[in-house]
């Protein structure tokens, strides 16, 4: 049997701007996706996917003939069996030699992490798929999901990160990203699970100067990477959540969900929903409780 694991991902800075060229900081998680594969004599793949209770989300069972009229298109309004179908597909036009054999295979993909999460159930897939067709990632993602990559860069990292495109190609950075003041940073989860996609579209829709954007937000993150007062860090979140929140033409997360709160939070990732960072000691995790927000995990148990 063969393993391949990808690490989860959040985004401190950049979302949104990231697609026009700006630098973020991406921060891999300590929860991941394991595939595991075992040869079978029959010319299926039996595909298993569970969640981090062992739960089982979805399966099927996959003829390997059905993999070689895909054709690349738009995922969207796909079914999960479609999708894999197509990332599968995909992944056999990019190496020939990929699931040529007339053996298959027994799959299991296991989250880490609740699927709702949304710490990349997808882009973990995508490069533990990858792995395992010996092709590059951010091309099978470009084929199939779309985005920046970001979320690929963070799957292949065992440490924060620098990314940008350039000339649409992905740069990345390890970094050593150990604030001094993490003891006083925390995520809260919104249950509200954000479609990535949609948010994407959304914000290419706004009208606006993206190069000023850009150039904004590539100082903010160099200026949160080198940040080590924790004052100066949320003035410059706070900064941040304004420069997109304009961009986007929406309320920051704190105006609509959290406006009494004394300390500061921001958005991670597409606005709306999944994870947000909280600046805050023990004491205040208290106040997202009693909002009904129970799911708060501590910096130093989120992130690689």
């Known amino acids: 049997m063969k393993t391949y694991y990808s690490s989860g991902k959040l985004l401190l800075t950049g979302e949104y701007a990231v697609l026009d060229g700006a ?23 039996q595909w298993t996917s569970r969640d981090h209770d062992q739960t089982v989300w979805f399966q099927e069972t996959i003829s390997l003939d059905n993999l070689h009229d895909i054709s690349e298109r738009a995922i969207s309004g796909m079914t999960t069996s479609e999708i894999l179908l197509q990332v599968l597909g995909l992944a ?7 699931l040529s054999e007339n053996s298959g295979f027994e799959v299991i993909s296991q989250l880490e992490f609740p699927r709702k999460w949304g710490l990349g159930t997808s882009s973990t897939l995508i490069t533990n ?32 990160l620098l990314y940008q495109l350039h000339e649409d190609q992905p740069r990345v950075v390890p970094i050593d990203f150990k604030p001094p003041f993490s003891s006083s940073l925390f995520f809260v989860y919104l249950n509200r699970k954000q479609d990535s996609r949609e948010a994407i579209r959304n914000y ?24 080590n007062q924790l ?16 961009a986007l033409e929406l309320p920051t ?3 609509s969900l959290f406006p009494d709160y004394p300390r500061t939070v921001k958005s991670l990732g597409a606005w709306g929903g999944d994870f947000i960072l909280a600046v805050g000691e023990q004491a205040d995790q208290d106040y997202f409780r009693k909002k009904g927000f129970d799911t708060i995990i501590p910096y130093a148990e989120m992130i690689a």
Not at 135 to 155: H, M, N, Q, R, W
């Open 231 to 246: 004052e100066k860090f949320e003035s410059l979140l706070r900064q941040h959540e304004s420069l997109i929140a304009d």
């Open 92 to 98: 056999r036009q990019l190496n020939p030699e990929f």
């Open 23 to 45: 630098l973020c900081l991406a921060l891999p998680t300590v929860f991941g996706q394991q595939l595991k594969i075992a040869h079978i004599t029959a010319p299926f793949i």
């Open 253 to 255: 997360v704190k105006e």
């Open 204 to 227: 290419r829709n706004q009208d606006g100067n993206p190069k000023d954007l850009v150039a904004q937000i590539t100082a903010l993150t160099k200026a949160i990477v080198a940040c």
């Open 129 to 160: 798929i990858a792995q395992w067709a010996d092709v590059d990632p951010y091309v099978l993602l470009e084929k199939t999901f779309g985005g920046s990559g970001y979320d690929i860069a963070c799957a292949q990292s065992k440490s924060p």
